[in-house]
């Protein structure tokens, strides 16, 4: 579909000339397309050359004189494939005249008219009301699905001096694409440091254009077949960033190699890379809007659909129409099917309206489906009688590690005293700094102030409102194993797992946009299995947690480790994906360690997932994150490679969430829908009446 409409839009691309327009169309039941009202009343020729662009007053004129020749071929060209595709589809052209005529008269501008009186006679074209009202609804509701994405972006939302002092505080966390070969000089060698403290050099738009244009002169074609032909699709290939075992291997027996500091492992190595890419595209990204646009631009894929604040899109949007992106990603897929090379860049056209597909995609599933509690599974009465005993007895208490709890202590008492003023000032700072960015961003957002949730007095009247607020809106049907798994049979299902209070229901009620699920800074508030169903697409399922140690024997923690893993074992191939949440405050535990090697074990799926990022610094979460890698079953799994198209390859991205500031939830979601459920895209795609804004 989108190669036909790249072929048949007169905005497609012609040799040197680029056009961009957006465009309306409706895709029937039949998927045939009808062309609505234009977007913009304005379009614009582009010379790659002379880089001439006209105002729509006055472009017919100048096309005539400038470019009368190059116009005339690529119109004939055109109506040549507008014949040729004619008869797929003329099947709902009856009315065709007549709605060509409405269309000329209702259109004014001259664009308009050669669009409709080029492709009028080939396609319905409906110019009613009914029409200009829907595409209304299109733009309210790609409005409305900025809100969360902006939501996202926590610290894009500060103000410049408060930016400022943040990014200060941070070390020197850089981002290198081509760190594979480390290449001396290369293309897409980036800035080194865009994301390095001393960096104030903004990602201009140009130096896209100006890395692609070295690249041109380095091409095999322009300088005669070279050596720089097989450097070029080393440089490709490293923008795909897909690792062997056996190179990741490599790379982890070099970042265990001692008398490296461990600052330069970490910009060496390009599990960090993909680990800091996957942090970048959560939104997490501090330091400037620009690198993070520019990264999720090279990157591209489906992946890169990030969260994308408005501010930037805004950007983007001006970028789209100088057509510089689009002449930047012309010129890549041209080099890319030079060099032979899967083209993981997605064309411009496709990878916007995949990625508003996608968007509208997940939007309906959760919209248009009831959030159905299915029903729980719990522990035996005798069991569950006991614990209610302990519960009440017993102080609520999370287990830490011993060994950790140690040297925490011994940090405190020993270090802080003989650090030196300055860095304690300066971690003071630190502190501060977050402390402001947050309470400046709660309060824009409307969000309660972690000021007061701090206080002790205050304490009580959040537990209160978070209890008043997650309603539980169902009764509880308990079931045994065996019955709720023969009642969820046949409905891909996806578990979240981790320790008390690590936010799994929180994560529930973000993903589902309900406040279905109990959650509470008390932990152990979930004491069943919940299953929640949407439609038959998906069932959500939220675990109780783990970890605690307020009996000696930990027989909680033993009863509900018994009764999840004996899911994680019968649910069989239902059981899609286990996200397993880990605090990105607090890292690994014992437990986590323990519940990650059986999965691994028991061949269970399982993604890692770092909760609550809004409370931690990039810097941090990145060596959490490989902290983390670090484990042999994630490591051995992880293939870094998440362009990846087969269904079968373990998908061991590190995934970052924030259930508070939304951060990452959008992207979280589509996985479940897209990856995970049952639910089949292009049948919806068929089915539903669907309305796609296309950026071409
Ligand atoms: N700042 C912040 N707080 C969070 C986030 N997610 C959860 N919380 C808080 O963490 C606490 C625990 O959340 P829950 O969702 O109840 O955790 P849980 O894992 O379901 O806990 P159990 O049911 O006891 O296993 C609550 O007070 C939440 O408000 C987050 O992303 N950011
Ligand atoms: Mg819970």
């Not at 926590?154 to 850089?174: D, E, G, H, I, R």
């Not at 919806?684 to 669907?690: D, P």
Request: charged letters at 30%; a positive charge; hydrophobic letters at 30%.
């Amino acid at each position: 579909m989108l190669k036909w409409l790249a072929n048949n839009i007169p905005n497609c691309v012609q040799r040197n000339y680029t056009l961009a327009i957006p465009i309306t169309y409706k895709m029937n039941r039949n998927g045939n397309v009808q062309f609505l009202q234009q977007q913009q009343q304005e379009w614009r020729w582009k010379s790659s050359s002379a880089k001439s662009s006209l105002d729509s007053s006055n472009n017919n004129h100048a096309f005539k004189t400038k470019n009368q020749e190059t116009y005339r071929d690529a119109n004939n060209k055109r109506e040549n494939q507008l014949n040729n595709s004619s008869s797929k589809l003329n099947t709902n052209n009856r009315n065709t005249n007549n709605n060509s005529n409405r269309v000329q008269k209702a259109s004014s501008s001259k664009f308009t008219k050669q669009v409709t009186e080029s492709q009028a006679p080939k396609h319905k074209i409906n110019h009613n009301e009914e029409q200009a009202e829907m595409k209304r609804k299109i733009v309210s509701n790609n409005q409305n699905l900025k809100g969360e994405q902006q939501a996202s972006l926590l610290p894009m939302k500060q103000n410049k001096s408060s930016t400022k002092s943040f990014t200060k505080s941070l070390p020197n966390v850089s981002f290198s694409m081509n760190s594979t070969q480390s290449p001396k000089k290369g293309p897409l060698k980036q800035k080194e440091s865009h994301f390095n403290e001393n960096d104030d050099d903004d990602y201009e738009i140009g130096d896209y254009d100006e890395e692609l244009d070295d690249l041109e002169d380095e091409n095999p074609k322009s300088k005669g077949k070279n050596t720089s032909h097989k450097y070029k699709q080393e440089q490709q290939s490293e923008v795909v960033d897909i690792v062997s075992k056996e190179k990741l291997d490599e790379y982890v027996t070099m970042f265990n190699k001692p008398g490296v500091s461990s600052n330069k492992k970490f910009r060496s190595l390009p599990v960090v890379d993909s680990i800091l890419k996957e942090i970048f595209l959560c939104g997490l990204a501090r330091k400037g809007i620009k690198q993070f646009d520019y990264l999720t631009y090279l990157i591209g894929g489906k992946d890169a659909k990030s969260e994308i604040s408005e501010s930037s899109k805004k950007e983007l949007e001006e970028m789209v129409n100088q057509n510089r992106v689009i002449e930047a990603q012309l010129k890549r897929q041209q080099i890319s099917k030079r060099t032979n090379k899967t083209n993981v860049i997605y064309n411009q056209a496709e990878f916007r309206a995949d990625m508003q597909v996608n968007e509208e995609c997940v939007n309906w599933i959760f919209k248009n489906n009831r959030m159905k509690y299915m029903g729980s599974v719990g522990l035996s009465e005798e069991d569950e009688q006991r614990i209610m005993e302990e519960f009440e007895k017993n102080e609520l208490e999370l287990e830490e590690d011993e060994e950790e709890k140690k040297a925490d202590s011994q940090l405190t008492s020993q270090d802080l005293e003989s650090m030196p003023k300055e860095e304690l000032n300066a971690l003071l700072e630190k502190q501060e700094n977050i402390y402001e960015l947050y309470k400046k961003y709660y309060e824009e957002s409307n969000v309660e102030d972690d000021e007061e949730a701090d206080s002790e007095s205050t304490k009580k009247s959040t537990k209160e409102k978070e209890s008043e607020n997650a309603t539980n809106t169902y009764n509880r049907k308990l079931y045994p194993m065996e019955g709720i798994i023969q009642k969820t049979k046949g409905i891909p299902q996806v578990a979240f797992i981790g320790r008390s209070n690590v936010g799994k229901s929180s994560l529930i009620n973000a993903i589902t946009g309900r406040n279905n699920l109990k959650a509470s800074e008390r932990p152990g508030e979930t004491k069943d299995l919940n299953f929640h169903r949407f439609g038959k697409a998906f069932c959500l399922v939220d675990m109780p947690g783990y970890g605690f140690a307020f009996t000696k024997e930990s027989f909680v923690t033993q009863k509900w480790l018994e009764l999840m893993k004996s899911y994680f074992v019968k649910s069989g191939s239902d059981l899609k994906m286990v996200f397993m949440l880990i605090d990105s405050r607090l890292g690994l535990k014992r437990r986590d360690v323990d519940m990650i090697n059986f999965l691994d074990q028991n061949k269970v799926p399982f993604q890692i997932v770092l909760t609550k990022c809004d409370l931690t610094f990039v810097d941090d979460l990145a060596r959490m994150a490989f902290k983390i890698f670090k484990l042999d079953p994630i490591r051995k799994g992880f293939t870094l490679n998440y362009h990846a198209k087969d269904e079968n390859t373990k998908d061991y991205r590190m995934i970052f969430v924030s259930a508070r500031s939304k951060t990452g939830v959008a992207r979280l979601k589509e996985d479940i829908v897209l990856k995970y459920s049952s639910f089949d895209k292009e049948q919806w795609k068929r089915n539903v009446k669907k309305n796609v804004v296309l950026f071409v």
